[in-house]
């Protein structure tokens, strides 16, 4: 502000230094420039910073004096100092650039001194960094512009004008002289003819990266911005990004790159032979204007059919997180600004893709946890046959208080139970997994469903929680049909005749666990056909609608699908398909064959550790003795065969405990393998999400599963997957 006692003031000050950058910025050809003045706190703080768009936005604010940069060494040794010149001898020994610029420029800088003292620092960046030094005469008339504005400062000073910095820098953009464009960097930023419209066009596409990477919560999300605000902006045609995670880049998503070079890419070993890897480690982008080019440098780069191709390193934090790829079917020449904006937005990605991973990594550790609580695999019973799934709430952290369980009773009977303690938090994930062992053990112990609910209320209101749960628990005898159902507070189960009638048995609705310890619950008795099939589920696969009053649930059901997998995938699919679900979802489905289960309804099983070495030649040994002993010779060849590579695949793989089981049906064989890993190991292209990539491969030793079975599928389940294979068996 000016002071009614002087004639000048601070503001000529900043007057007179924005003025000597314009011409500093005019006549060197220069990017950037900057004037510091020394601050109350010895520290050099700048004044006014002009230039270009964006490179104004990264230059130091402040640089204490004792730091090992050009415009500190300046200050201190009263000498031209530089920094960032492509041979040793241009540039002054010890000297760094700052890791806060994004980007490798040139410096140079030169004190400011008065008569009386010397008062701050006059530095010059340039972007690219200049390929050969400072021209003599150039060097020369820079000293005399920067004494003609000592003198100038001097004058003011003894005016009274303070010469120590302000709190804030006035930012200026000043173009200069026009730059001669190299063919190919014309790539359409703002309106030719119009000054700064290209620079106001970068600096929009960094506030939208930005806007949209903040509401990015996926790896996924990050990947389709990246798409949309890096590779279009740029004109590239491909883009792709790699992570880095012990000395080997994953791809966490890519598009238009081919499906060869994605393959090769995905997963190999980070060494300086690869282009993105030595931009990785350098810190440095690197920029390839032909093919050409890049294979003078990298003679045994992969083929990716681009022509240009750019290689922008990913370091939140100076630490190498990834590298960003972008591809182009002809020649592309990056001008600096563009670096500039390129390496800006690697500023912004870094952060946004860490997060997000990190994110990722604490949702798949609590969704283990959490399926850690739920059966490991279901039951087998002769004349049953079942499926489960699980989906935790799209908004919750992994964590839930869904769940259902098999129990084995004595006598040919069996305990179905689905049940959802509220909330989405680890309580509520505590909570289940003390009400799902009371329960197995109630019931266990061969107490009725409505006493087995009885006393696993009154546990629930003796515990230390708020939380109160609903379940609906059902034993069935599969050798008469009868079945005994209880509820607390739970939506019924849905039953299915064999004629297709759909129906929910009139049952009393009972309170939800945990509002009153002294709560009774009744049993009631049904009886069920053979053929009849229960679906006993939590009201996240509606969205708190009874299932039966749902207007698609016979378009659902009738006509039944083929197989009770199909069902669960149909129903899980229907409820997931127009809309975020926001609750989670548990869905049980049982098929009741009939009383006996008959020639044709054997089952067979066998369990292999994990480390076991012998697993996969006793499991084809399993499945001989077992075909040979139900008389299907026939089938045995191509039934081990499948064996092999999905317990293989299994082993391998998941890494976990393997069950294989055989069920014969009248017209078919089914083979099932169990495991803990619920990545399905399906032959699918890599996508754009981490996890997928770094599975895909793992199932391509099941295309011949495909070629050899009728059907298969894979089907998930509480703690893992089951891949199934049907195989024909007509008489």
Not at 475 to 484: I, R, V, Y
Request: net charge negative; proline share 8%; with cysteine.
């Amino acid at each position: 502000m000016n002071d009614r006692t002087n004639t000048y003031s601070t503001l000529d000050r900043d007057r007179v230094l924005a003025d000597t950058l314009q011409d500093v910025i005019g006549h060197l050809g220069a990017n950037t420039a900057m004037a510091y003045l020394l601050a109350d706190d010895h520290t050099l703080r700048a004044v006014v910073i002009g230039g270009a768009q964006p490179a104004i936005y990264t230059m130091p604010e402040h640089i204490d004096i004792d730091e090992p940069f050009a415009t500190a060494a300046a200050y201190r040794t009263g000498t031209l100092a530089t920094a960032g010149f492509p041979t040793a001898a241009a540039s002054s020994p010890g000297m760094r650039l700052a890791s806060r610029v994004p980007f490798p420029y040139s410096v140079v800088s030169l004190p400011i001194d008065t008569e009386d003292d010397r008062v701050g620092v006059l530095t010059v960046v340039w972007v690219p960094p200049r390929a050969h030094p400072l021209p003599a005469g150039d060097v020369s008339w820079l000293h005399n512009r920067t004494g003609a504005l000592a003198r100038t400062l001097g004058t003011l000073a003894r005016h009274g004008v303070d010469m120590h910095a302000g709190a804030l820098p006035a930012v200026l953009p000043l173009y200069g002289r026009a730059a001669t464009r190299r063919p190919g960097t014309d790539s359409g930023w703002g309106l030719p003819g119009h000054p700064g419209s290209a620079e106001v066009s970068f600096m929009y596409q960094l506030h939208q990266l930005a806007a949209e990477l903040n509401e990015a919560t996926s790896v996924s999300d990050v990947m389709t911005v990246t798409r949309h605000r890096v590779m279009a902006p740029f004109g590239a045609t491909a883009f792709l990004v790699h992570t880095l995670k012990e000395g080997r880049l994953w791809i966490a998503g890519h598009s238009g790159y081919p499906t060869t070079a994605v393959r090769l890419l995905h997963g190999a070993a980070a060494t300086d032979h690869r282009p993105d890897a030595h931009a990785l480690h350098s810190h440095t982008p690197l920029y390839f204007e032909s093919r050409n080019n890049l294979l003078q440098d990298y003679p045994h780069a992969v083929e990716d059919d681009l022509e240009a191709t750019v290689h922008l390193p990913i370091t939140p934090h100076n630490q190498p997180l990834g590298v960003c790829t972008l591809g182009f079917p002809r020649t592309r020449v990056f001008s600096p600004e563009e670096q500039a904006v390129a390496m800006l937005m690697m500023d912004l990605l870094g952060p946004a893709l860490e997060r997000a991973t990190l994110t990722e990594s604490a949702r798949q550790l609590a969704e283990h946890l959490q399926k850690k609580l739920l059966p490991r695999r279901l039951v087998e019973v002769p004349g049953m046959i079942t499926t489960a799934r699980y989906l935790p709430a799209a908004s919750a952290a992994g964590l839930g208080g869904d769940w259902y369980d098999m129990i084995p009773l004595p006598g040919s009977r069996i305990a179905l139970v689905v049940g959802d303690v509220e909330g989405h938090s680890v309580d509520s994930s505590i909570v289940m997994g003390q009400l799902r062992s009371a329960v197995r053990a109630y019931a266990t112990e061969g107490h009725t469903p409505g006493v087995t609910l009885t006393r696993a209320n009154r546990l629930l209101a003796e515990l230390d929680t708020d939380l109160m749960a609903t379940c609906c628990l059902v034993t069935l005898d599969t050798t008469t049909g009868t079945a005994e159902i209880a509820t607390a507070g739970h939506p019924p189960p849905l039953i299915r005749a064999s004629d297709g009638s759909l129906t929910t048995p009139g049952l009393p609705p009972g309170l939800p666990l945990g509002i009153a310890p002294d709560t009774p619950y009744t049993t009631t008795d049904i009886s069920l056909t053979p053929e009849t099939l229960l679906l006993l589920y939590t009201d996240g696969l509606t969205e708190n609608r009874p299932l039966d009053a749902s207007p698609y649930t016979r378009t659902l059901l009738t006509p039944p699908l083929d197989t009770v997998d199909h069902l669960a995938d149909h129903l899980i699919d229907h409820a997931t398909a127009h809309h975020t679900h926001h609750d989670d979802i548990a869905l049980l489905v049982a098929h009741y064959e009939g009383p006996h289960a008959g020639p044709h309804r054997r089952i067979n099983h066998i369990h292999f550790h994990r480390h076991d070495l012998n697993a996969v030649s006793s499991a084809r040994q399993f499945i001989a003795d077992s075909l040979h002993t139900w008389g299907l010779d026939d089938l045995i060849d191509d039934t081990r065969l499948l064996t092999s590579e999905i317990v293989t695949n299994a082993l391998i793989h998941a890494d976990s405990d393997v069950d294989v089981r055989l069920r014969e049906y009248p017209d078919h064989l089914r083979l099932e393998v169990h495991d803990t890993d619920p990545t399905p190991a399906i032959p699918t292209p890599i996508t754009l999400t981490l996890d997928t990539n770094q599975h895909a491969e793992h199932g391509r030793g099941l295309l011949i599963v495909d070629a050899l079975a009728t059907q298969w599928g894979n089907t998930p389940s509480g703690r893992g997957k089951t891949i199934w294979v049907d195989i024909d068996n007509h008489p």
